[in-house]
């Protein structure tokens, strides 16, 4: 059995997201040129405005850090406004002054997907390694589009969408049809990130928060491999996505 991950469970949404950026924001005052991974999602969006909120003011420097995106749909254009990265730079990075050239977008419209993914993780090795991989978790147990079947030692590949993410991405999409693929960073490689974050609220989470941090281990919950990590996995939720632990 594995060691058990940090816990700290804080009142709400608000609570989670300055706690979530206080992470970042140490990270980059060690060292402003970073390479981080960051999710997309409802989860975050608390968490980008204080990070927007800092960087205007003056007391976090984003200008310099290397974000690493998590997943985007397979074959989608970057220009298509219904891509995670479209609305990753809206939601945050455009906000925030990043420049675009420090953000690294998965290469979903690659010949060579296998070739692709491989140089995706050649650019996180190049950039230091992450030193931070800030991560969302799907009702399904998903962290990034590492979908249920998603073992420990998977690498950034293509990977099928479950009906649930296929479901969930709709609301993203804006009518669009929803791609029923997508590129993701592995299991294997957001854990040999330096530092993990998972962050989770409302009581939507409840359920998925309890298998993936008290279940067994096991790629039906994606999620559950973060407890190999134990000493460097913090999980940050809300109390009432955490009302089912132990
Ligand atoms: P959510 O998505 O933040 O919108 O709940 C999380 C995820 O699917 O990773």
């Given at each position: 059995m594995a060691a058990k991950v940090k816990q700290i469970i804080v009142s709400d949404h608000d609570a989670m997201s300055v706690m979530a950026a206080d992470v970042v924001a140490e990270t980059l005052g060690a060292n402003p040129r970073a390479a981080i991974s960051l999710p997309t999602g409802s989860t975050p969006v608390g968490m980008f405005e204080e990070l927007i909120r800092r960087s205007h003011q003056g007391t976090v420097d984003l200008s310099q850090f290397q974000m690493f995106c998590?997943?985007?749909?397979l074959g989608v254009s970057p220009n298509n406004p219904n891509t995670l990265t479209s609305w990753l730079f809206r939601t945050f990075i455009v906000p925030a002054g990043i420049p675009a050239e420090n953000v690294h977008t998965l290469p979903v419209t690659a010949a060579n997907t296998t070739a692709a993914a491989a140089s995706y993780e050649?650019?996180?090795?190049?950039?230091?390694?992450?030193?931070?991989?800030?991560?969302?978790?799907?009702?399904?147990?998903?962290?990034?589009?590492?979908e249920p079947g998603s073992e420990a030692d998977s690498r950034t590949r293509v990977v099928d969408l479950t009906e649930e993410s296929i479901a969930q991405a709709a609301g993203y999409f804006?009518?669009?049809?929803?791609?029923?693929?997508?590129?993701?960073?592995?299991?294997?490689?957001?854990?040999?990130?330096?530092?993990?974050?998972?962050?989770?609220?409302?009581?939507?989470?409840?359920?998925?928060?309890?298998?993936?941090?008290?279940?067994?281990?096991?790629?039906?919950v994606p999620a559950s491999w973060l407890r190999l990590q134990p000493d460097k996995t913090t999980v940050i939720i809300d109390e009432a996505a955490a009302r089912l632990l132990d």
């Open positions: 998590l997943d985007e749909y050649e650019a996180i090795v190049t950039a230091g390694g992450l030193q931070l991989a800030v991560l969302g978790i799907g009702g399904n147990g998903h962290i990034a589009y590492n804006d009518g669009a049809t929803v791609p029923r693929q997508a590129m993701t960073v592995g299991v294997g490689t957001l854990l040999e990130a330096e530092q993990i974050v998972l962050i989770a609220s409302g009581e939507a989470k409840q359920k998925i928060i309890r298998e993936a941090l008290q279940g067994p281990l096991s790629a039906d």
